[in-house]
């Protein structure tokens, strides 16, 4: 079992910055692959970021690429999430997932992870 913990959510205006953490509660097999959600109010949830810590890849969906940023420090068993350039359509909850096991071609695949945080908001005004 693992604990994700996020934070960093806030509100900011259009064009502002964000970073959000991810604090495991340990690094274990479990948090091999992790990855960042969101979901707006009335809207699925969708994969933003993804991590594979073990040699540090990383994937994004295409309406942040360029903007968002993962990465990890695994001496604080912490994934980050550097968003940029934030877009009122960038409001959401966004969450932390991990698993051990994750098909590649799913990378942003909901059913792929079976650990997830409770979420931090995220309020981007124009």
């Known amino acids: 079992q693992v604990q994700l913990v996020e934070s960093g959510g806030g509100s900011v205006q259009a064009g502002g910055s964000l970073r959000l953490s991810c604090v495991a509660s340990a690094y274990t097999r479990s948090t091999i692959y992790m990855a960042w959600f969101r979901q707006a109010p009335g809207k699925e949830r969708e994969g933003v970021a993804a991590?594979?810590?073990?040699?540090?890849?990383?994937d994004y969906a295409d309406s942040v690429k360029g903007r968002f940023t993962i990465s990890q420090d695994n001496a604080k068993n912490t994934v980050y999430l550097q968003m940029n350039s934030l877009k009122p359509e960038d409001t959401a909850t966004y969450y932390c997932a991990a698993d051990e096991w994750v098909r590649i071609w799913h990378l942003f695949n909901v059913d792929e992870y079976d650990y997830w945080g409770q979420g931090t908001q995220v309020i981007v005004s124009t």
């Open positions: 991590i594979y810590n073990r040699g540090g890849s990383t």
